[in-house]
């Protein structure tokens, strides 16, 4: 039946299992993408016309803050379907995207930061895109001091589902903030599907370290997914074959 | 190589933007791992606890 | 009047007049935000320079920012002593809909601080600066925005219910939410003393007042429910 494999997603022991067969298949081609990426984006791409080899950011802020995006919309998607359907492990997902999404959100700031320095002149600008990215950063943060100001895990991966639920606002607001207000921000140059503005050399490279990024957020996802099973599982018997056999190695 | 080292001037930005990034990224995957180490840890003393009881 | 109303709207009807008559009683309560906005606004022309002209240009932030810390601090009141008492698991219970219920609470509440405040926001401003003209824009700017205060303050509140010493936390998951209302507060603030036209502004913190009350008490009785089990 279709319907199965989305049941068994909904059984801890069985997501347990599968996230430690998939995690090597997303942790592998992670390494090697970001590799491949970042080596394109340092030297096999040619220098900008305007912004010369400090353009090179880059290829380090644009998938952090692509992913900073990406995570919490995960987060706010995994914590609503915990809240409609009642899923422990929705939830679980949900509680192992908080910290890479607040590490993310963190690198964007910062590189984007760095960027600005010679670019724009100055370290920090309160343009839209910026201000609203680091309201981003408050509310992973602000996520995590929820959760851990509740002691009960369930009550706790409720009421955080409920606050990750509402601050998706956000997302578009920062999607959106450059074309709604006049923004240092350039406008969209790669998500334009007719005809970006990027030439191949350096689109590619970019669309690599993407990829690379995305994955490497499902590989630490899966890692840290398993985790919070585990500890969301208090007597229940498949924990007993699960850790047995399995040596101290992640 | 001199001149991939420079960035054009802009080596200081650039390298400590790629070097805070690959820190960030290499202590998010240490610290997913000691996560699960430490669940794996707790739930086997769980184990062991209801074993003896 | 009140026969044509619904079970659900006599309910809430009956929730904000007891939290106002209770309000009533007192008043030390209600009056202590707005105190706190007071000495606020005070202290910025202490740190910064009594030099008014200079004191304009900051007056839409300084009145703003005051504003906004003074309900959140306000918002300790909203359901501390229903939840103390078990009024709120009554509501809870009683069958109502939590969400109109809860929608009341909020709305008394916004009467108790963010009118209020909507007041005394001209009277600091004054005292930083702005000209008279802008009182009536800096009213209606202050009034309209606090209401999303209220309501994202609700949402901060129901998602902290169950936390001990909840108040920097309810900060600091309410401030980010907060920051479109600043952003367009304080820009009609700054319209209003410049004497230009408001109206942009404010049809925009109308749109997120109307989002609020739409999906906001929604939120907070979900959050509740969940606090209360």
């Known amino acids: 039946m279709a319907w199965t494999w989305f049941h068994r997603l909904a059984s801890p022991p069985y997501v347990y299992a599968l996230a430690a067969r998939l995690t090597p298949w997303f942790a592998w081609p992670a390494a090697l993408l970001i590799v491949a990426g970042l080596y394109g984006g340092l030297v096999v791409a040619p220098p900008d016309y305007q912004q010369g080899e400090g353009y090179r950011i880059l290829y380090v802020h644009v998938p952090s803050a692509w992913m900073s995006l990406m995570v919490y919309t995960t987060m706010a998607v995994a914590a609503g379907i915990g809240l409609i359907w009642r899923m422990k492990v929705a939830h679980a997902v949900a509680a192992s995207c908080a910290a890479l999404g607040a590490t993310f959100t963190f690198c964007a700031l910062v590189t984007g930061s760095l960027w600005g320095a010679p670019m724009w002149g100055t370290y920090w600008e309160w343009d839209p895109r910026l201000t609203f990215e680091l309201v981003l950063l408050f509310q992973f943060l602000g996520y995590m001091g929820l959760r851990a100001a509740i002691e009960d895990v369930q009550r706790a991966d409720r009421v955080s589902a409920v606050l990750a639920v509402v601050g998706i606002v956000n997302v578009p607001i920062i999607h959106y903030s450059v074309e709604w207000w006049n923004s240092l921000h350039q406008t969209a140059s790669v998500m334009k599907l007719s005809k970006p503005s990027m030439p191949p050399e350096m689109l590619i490279p970019l669309l690599m370290t993407g990829l690379g990024f995305t994955l490497l957020f499902g590989a630490l996802l899966l890692v840290r997914l398993r985790a919070e099973v585990l500890s969301r599982e208090r007597a229940a018997s498949w924990i007993r074959e699960a850790v047995a056999g399995e040596a101290v190695r992640a | ?53 | 009047m009140s026969e044509g109303l619904t079970p659900a709207l006599e309910a809430a009807r009956l929730v904000m007049a007891r939290d106002l008559h209770l309000a009533f009683r007192r008043p030390g309560e209600v009056l202590q935000p707005l105190v706190f906005f007071a000495i606020v606004t005070t202290l910025f022309p202490l740190a910064i320079t009594p030099e008014l002209a200079q004191l304009r240009q900051v007056a839409p932030g300084v009145v703003w920012v005051a504003a906004l810390l003074a309900s959140l601090l306000a918002l300790e009141f909203l359901y501390r002593d229903d939840a103390h008492d078990g009024t709120l698991e009554q509501y809870a219970l009683s069958g109502q809909s939590l969400t109109w219920l809860l929608f009341a609470k909020t709305a008394s509440h916004w009467l108790l601080t963010g009118l209020p405040l909507a007041i005394m926001a001209p009277v600091a401003a004054l005292a930083l600066g702005a000209p008279k003209g802008s009182v009536s824009g800096i009213i209606a700017s202050v009034a309209i925005g606090s209401i999303a205060l209220s309501l994202l303050g609700a949402i901060g509140a129901s998602l902290t219910l169950g936390v001990r010493r909840s108040g920097v936390l309810l900060s600091i998951l309410t401030l980010p939410l907060a920051i479109p209302v600043l952003i367009f507060g304080a820009r009609a603030t700054q319209l209003a003393i410049a004497g230009e036209d408001i109206a942009a502004p404010l049809y925009l913190l109308g749109a997120i007042d109307v989002l609020g009350i739409t999906l906001a008490p929604l939120a907070a009785s979900a959050a509740v429910r969940i606090s209360l089990e």
């Open chain 2, 1 to 53: 190589m001199m001149e991939f080292l420079e960035m054009g001037g802009y080596a200081r930005y650039v390298w400590s933007s790629y070097a805070i990034v690959l820190v960030a990224i290499v202590l998010n995957i240490v610290w997913a791992r000691r996560a699960l180490k430490r669940a794996q840890a707790e739930a086997r003393r769980r184990v062991t606890m209801r074993d003896a009881a």
